[in-house]
């Protein structure tokens, strides 16, 4: 048994490299000539770039198509055993199609785990990476912490206090805000406090305000002018940048801080949460495409033969996807809660595929 679960394990995973190569040479074949003539003839323009530019590009396009790689895969591998009557042979011995199944499953959860590291760490990197090349051969300046201006931003306090910042210019590099505005309302959403300061600098992580004065409001208005004031604010020098912010560039945890700090403002962090779910369920979409692949192969010749098999295995697969998606962008438009939208398509072909290896594994149901 482990030399034959190790023989098709091994030819699971060879033939998954042999279309991942293929789908390589054709995505370098595909996105060389594009950029080619999209950058050729721009001043910036050099071979080594170009190329790096495109490797850059390469780890998205893999992993995003890693489900249908692998789905291939199996289809590829089933069949060549199906053709050869090897099949045939492992079912007359004894062996089930769970056992059958078990080296794809395996190989599949090596996959899918390679997958999640790769979105999680490389893959923003890597896109990161490709958008700088892009930007310096369209000759766009790259988003940096540069000076911005008119900032407008709801900050939250460590008292639990939700104040409205107006600065007029920010000096992220030097950790300072010029002519500060605070705002604070009451629960009854009257203007509790209004603050005026000249600037605000951050000193170990605590920001202070400096040369300003405070209205308190109440029955009397209450004026008090400050040389330094402590402000208690929770506010870091990335939410103040906020031209840097691609989730896209972002790891698992850089976007589960984002959403933190997004809510916490006041904001939707709608598209974040389907952004973070599509993102974990990749892995299992994996996974799933290979349960869905298996018993689509291993249909008996009478059901319309192993060709037909492989068409509809590889345009259910697609269907997957088109699904997928479709459930992600009704997420992002809230019409569906976003963990519904990431993991129902997944588990629903999932199910499918359950249903139909069951169907097929039962010889009372083949008839």
Same mark, same amino acid.
């Given at each position: 048994?482990?030399?034959?679960?190790?023989?098709?394990?091994?030819?699971?995973?060879?033939?998954?490299?042999?279309?991942?190569?293929?789908?390589?040479?054709? &995505?370098?074949?595909?996105?060389?000539?594009?950029?080619?003539?999209?950058?050729?003839?721009?001043?910036?323009?050099?071979?080594?770039?170009?190329?790096?530019?495109?490797?850059?590009?390469?780890?998205?396009?893999?992993?995003?198509?890693?489900?249908?790689?692998?789905?291939?895969?199996?289809?590829?591998?089933?069949?060549?055993?199906?053709?050869?009557?090897?099949?045939?042979?492992?079912?007359?011995?004894?062996?089930?199609?769970?056992?059958?199944?078990?080296?794809?499953?395996?190989?599949?959860?090596?996959?899918?785990?390679?997958?999640?590291?790769?979105?999680?760490?490389?893959?923003?990197?890597?896109?990161?990476?490709?958008?700088?090349?892009?930007?310096?051969?369209?000759?766009?300046?790259?988003?940096?912490?540069?000076?911005?201006?008119?900032?407008?931003?709801?900050?939250?306090?460590? /008292?639990?206090?939700?104040?409205?910042?107006?600065?007029?210019?920010?000096?992220?590099?030097?950790?300072?805000?010029?002519?500060?505005?605070?705002?604070?309302?009451?629960?009854? /959403?009257?203007?509790?406090?209004?603050?005026?300061?000249?600037?605000?600098?951050?000193?170990?992580?605590?920001?202070?305000?400096?040369?300003?004065?405070?209205?308190?409001?109440?029955?009397?208005?209450?004026?008090?002018? &400050?040389?330094?004031?402590?402000?208690?604010?929770?506010?870091?020098?990335?939410?103040?940048?906020?031209?840097?912010?691609?989730?896209? &560039?972002?790891?698992?945890?850089?976007?589960?801080?984002?959403?933190?700090?997004?809510?916490?403002?006041?904001?939707?962090?709608?598209?974040?949460?389907?952004?973070?779910?599509?993102?974990?369920?990749?892995?299992?979409?994996?996974?799933?495409?290979?349960?869905?692949?298996?018993?689509?192969?291993?249909?008996?010749?009478?059901?319309?033969?192993?060709?037909?098999?492989?068409?509809?295995?590889?345009?259910?697969?697609?269907?997957?996807?088109?699904?997928?998606?479709?459930?992600?962008?009704?997420?992002?438009?809230?019409?569906?809660?976003?963990?519904?939208?990431?993991?129902?398509?997944?588990?629903?072909?999932?199910?499918?595929?359950?249903?139909?290896?069951? /169907?097929?594994?039962?010889?009372?149901?083949?008839?």
């Amino acid at each position: 048994m482990p030399i034959l679960f190790l023989y098709l394990l091994r030819l699971f995973l060879s033939g998954l490299l042999q279309i991942v190569g293929l789908f390589i040479a054709l &995505f370098l074949l595909i996105d060389g000539i594009e950029s080619i003539r999209r950058f050729a003839l721009k001043p910036t323009f050099n071979w080594f770039d170009m190329v790096w530019m495109m490797l850059c590009r390469l780890p998205d396009f893999i992993t995003l198509l890693l489900p249908s790689i692998s789905l291939l895969a199996v289809l590829m591998v089933l069949a060549r055993l199906s053709r050869q009557n090897e099949i045939t042979v492992m079912r007359a011995s004894g062996l089930s199609l769970y056992r059958i199944l078990i080296p794809f499953l395996l190989g599949g959860l090596l996959i899918a785990s390679a997958q999640l590291l790769l979105r999680d760490q490389l893959v923003p990197l890597s896109k990161r990476l490709a958008q700088q090349m892009e930007d310096r051969f369209l000759g766009r300046d790259t988003p940096t912490q540069t000076d911005i201006d008119n900032l407008w931003l709801k900050v939250w306090t460590k /008292h639990g206090d939700r104040q409205l910042l107006n600065v007029q210019q920010v000096l992220p590099d030097e950790r300072v805000m010029l002519n500060v505005s605070l705002f604070e309302w009451d629960a009854e /959403h009257r203007l509790r406090t209004y603050t005026q300061a000249r600037s605000a600098h951050m000193v170990q992580d605590k920001w202070v305000l400096n040369q300003g004065i405070r209205y308190q409001y109440g029955e009397n208005v209450q004026a008090e002018r &400050f040389i330094h004031r402590d402000w208690p604010a929770l506010l870091g020098l990335d939410q103040l940048n906020r031209t840097a912010i691609n989730p896209d &560039f972002l790891t698992f945890e850089q976007i589960l801080r984002l959403i933190e700090r997004t809510e916490r403002e006041g904001y939707d962090a709608t598209r974040l949460h389907v952004l973070l779910h599509s993102r974990l369920s990749q892995p299992v979409t994996t996974l799933a495409a290979i349960l869905l692949a298996f018993p689509f192969t291993l249909r008996l010749p009478r059901r319309g033969g192993i060709t037909r098999s492989l068409l509809l295995g590889v345009l259910l697969g697609f269907t997957l996807f088109i699904i997928a998606d479709l459930a992600q962008a009704l997420g992002i438009g809230g019409r569906l809660p976003p963990p519904l939208a990431a993991w129902a398509p997944v588990c629903f072909f999932a199910g499918v595929g359950g249903f139909l290896l069951i /169907h097929l594994a039962d010889p009372k149901r083949q008839g």
